[in-house]
C-alpha cells in the first residue's frame, strides 16, 4: 500500500513563507508526477503546484512567482516553498502522486491526509 506523509503545515502572518513537504512509502515502481492541491472552506480542491518526472511544472495563476514545487525522485518527496504568503492561501494543502507499484500495469493516484496552512496576523 502506498501511502504519502505531509508535514510543514502551520500559522504564519502575511509576507511569510512556509515549507511544506510530502514522501511518498510503499510499493512504488515509479511516480510520474507529484503535486499539492488545497481545499478552503466551502470551496472545491484547487491545483496549487505539480511537477512531473521530467520536471515539467505547473502553477494555479495565483501563486506564481510566489509558490516554487520541487522533487527528489530517488526519495519519492515533493516540496513546496511558499514566500509572500497571503490570507487567501489560508487552506488545507494535500499531497497527491499519480504512480506505478510494483507488479502493476496501470497508473493509481493516491492523496495525504492533509495539511493545515493558516495566513493570518
Known amino acids: 500500500q502506498v501511502r504519502l506523509m505531509e508535514s510543514g503545515g502551520g500559522l504564519v502572518q502575511p509576507g511569510g513563507s512556509l515549507k511544506l513537504s510530502c514522501s511518498a512509502s510503499?510499493?512504488?515502481?515509479?511516480?510520474?508526477?507529484m503535486g499539492w492541491y488545497r481545499q478552503s472552506p466551502g470551496k472545491e480542491r484547487v491545483l496549487v503546484a505539480e511537477m512531473t518526472a521530467g520536471e515539467v511544472t505547473t502553477y494555479a495563476d495565483s501563486v506564481k512567482g510566489r509558490f516554487s514545487i520541487s522533487t527528489i525522485n530517488a526519495e519519492n518527496a515533493v516540496f513546496l516553498q511558499m514566500n509572500s504568503l497571503k490570507p487567501e492561501d489560508t487552506a488545507v494543502y494535500y499531497c497527491?502522486?499519480?504512480?506505478?507499484?510494483?507488479?502493476?500495469?496501470?497508473?493509481?493516484?493516491?492523496w495525504g491526509q492533509g495539511t493545515q496552512v493558516t495566513v493570518s496576523s
Open positions: 497527491y502522486a499519480n504512480f506505478r507499484a510494483v507488479g502493476s500495469m496501470r497508473p493509481s493516484d493516491v
Open positions: 510503499g510499493n512504488i515502481l515509479s511516480i510520474n508526477w
